[in-house]
């Protein structure tokens, strides 16, 4: 196996080695979360971290839950200059190494790292029954959970786990200065919501969409989607089961586009195999069920194909963050999102920068989804959606431009003058009065101006026909002096 070469921290990746050393520089602080989107280098973030550690003679365990994880670290720690034993089943013994990586379901053999740092990766699992029993093992050791979506299904929180929360750029951040791709986002099919059934753990029922999303016309609507908005390009297929996932291969295949299937009860060498014809460019298409949201590095992947709906915000995001990667190399410069389930009904659009909190409260995470009114191109106009999301089949929906976001902020000044408060779609956001509305905009106008911003003609047709819902019409002068517009 070659060894790759080290990689240098980014100035951000700097920043959060920064801040993460300092929060341990308080004696009573002993456990933190660090927060950054998926495809920024959490890996060659911790193990930096690893290395300054054995420089100092402590001991060290990172802790996963997939086996495709392992693998990956202990080369990133290769690239360190550091040598690692691994717990885990199937794998040689080494606990001379000061730095073990292991399963998290490995159970009493973690006891035989003796660490003095524990790093658990995607620590949004980390309330887990075998993670708590791990942390229980060693109360005194230094605990650092790294997480591209620090929110869980049930609404609970992490602070029970956790001091603090350290989460220092949005993903906006990572978007601009070319560290991931932005996403565009295509809606290419209309489900009934009432055709998905609900489990008493909150999330679909998997057996109940599978069966819903195998009629031939949805497995082709999928294929078809890929055709018409990625084809050619390296594209991953998330899908609802074994089966599920199993047919879209075969229909993929059908139409001599070369595709294969993963899923977590395959044979390990049988993977292994498949993801190397993938990253060798042999195969075009990955379906797979529950194996591919997280920790899957593949930069040159293209496109995302959403083919299974699901209430966890944590899965939407792990998932379409597998198309945000760069890859300079061949020219990417977006990636591509193909919902054919609707998902964006439910968590907002791909790239939205959530709040995450440490208190899982989903309401305030959401909060950006909900002040974010979704927008769709027809020719030169750009429209508010409505609220029948069939009218959007087979558009690119619109909201990482820069000219959405800050009417996004337009909207954001208009709740807040809001009588009741209550949240975009309740009858009290209606009852703005028109004082309150100009108000409103004279907010975003000042806002801006502060900026020195000039106002786009698809702004001003925007903020034209959001007054007209209030029956305020204003002349052009009005616009010519209270705004500065762009020629």
Request: charged share 25%; net charge neutral; aromatic share 10%.
């Amino acid at each position: 196996m070659s060894i790759k070469p080290r990689q240098e921290l980014r100035e951000y990746q700097q920043k959060m080695k920064q801040a993460t050393f300092t929060f341990f520089t308080n004696p009573n602080n002993k456990r933190l979360m660090v927060v950054s989107p998926t495809g920024t280098g959490k890996t060659t973030f911790f193990s930096s971290m690893v290395e300054d550690h054995v420089r100092c003679g402590e001991r060290v365990l990172l802790t996963v839950h997939r086996i495709e994880l392992v693998d990956q670290i202990v080369e990133r720690l290769g690239q360190f200059g550091i040598a690692s034993g691994v717990i885990a089943a199937g794998y040689p013994e080494a606990y001379e190494h000061p730095v073990q990586v292991g399963m998290v379901q490995s159970g009493e053999r973690l006891r035989n790292a003796q660490p003095d740092w524990i790093y658990v990766d995607e620590c949004h699992h980390s309330t887990a029954g075998s993670y708590q029993k791990l942390l229980t093992m060693f109360p005194e050791s230094k605990l650092v959970g790294v997480t591209a979506t620090p929110v869980r299904l049930d609404g609970k929180g992490f602070d029970d786990t956790y001091q603090q929360m350290i989460n220092l750029y949005p993903i906006d951040y990572f978007f601009s200065n070319g560290f991931l791709v932005p996403p565009r986002h295509y809606f290419c099919a209309n489900i009934k919501i009432e055709d998905l059934k609900e489990t008493g753990l909150g999330d679909y029922d998997i057996a109940a969409m599978a069966k819903h999303m195998m009629q031939s016309k949805l497995i082709a609507n999928v294929v078809e989607s890929y055709r018409k908005y990625a084809s050619g390009r390296k594209a991953v297929v998330f899908a609802c089961n074994v089966e599920h996932s199993k047919s879209l291969a075969n229909q993929f295949n059908e139409l001599g586009i070369p595709a294969a299937h993963l899923d977590g009860q395959m044979d390990k060498t049988e993977r292994k195999g498949i993801i190397r014809r993938y990253r060798k460019g042999e195969l075009l298409v990955l379906t797979n069920y529950d194996i591919i949201s997280e920790g899957f590095d593949v930069p040159d992947i293209e496109a995302v194909i959403l083919a299974r709906r699901t209430k966890s915000l944590s899965n939407y995001v792990q998932s379409v963050g597998r198309c945000l990667r760069p890859d300079k190399a061949n020219g990417k410069t977006h990636g591509i999102v193909l919902d054919c389930v609707g998902q964006w009904l439910e968590h907002g659009f791909a790239g939205i920068n959530y709040n995450w909190t440490l208190s899982g409260d989903l309401d305030e995470i959401i909060e950006p989804v909900l002040k974010t009114r979704l927008f769709k191109r027809e020719g030169r106009k750009t429209k508010a959606v409505l609220e029948l999301p069939e009218e959007l089949l087979d558009v690119e929906l619109i909201q990482l431009t820069e000219e959405m976001k800050r009417l996004a902020s337009f909207e954001t000044f208009l709740h807040k003058y809001s009588s009741r408060g209550g949240r975009f779609g309740e009858t009290g956001y209606q009852k703005l009065t028109n004082a309150q509305v100009l108000k409103a905009l004279d907010d975003y106008s000042d806002f801006l101006t502060l900026q020195g911003i000039e106002l786009l003609h698809v702004e001003q047709e925007y903020l034209i026909s959001r007054l007209a819902q209030y029956n305020i019409i204003l002349p052009n002068a009005f616009w010519n002096i209270r705004f500065k517009i762009a020629v």
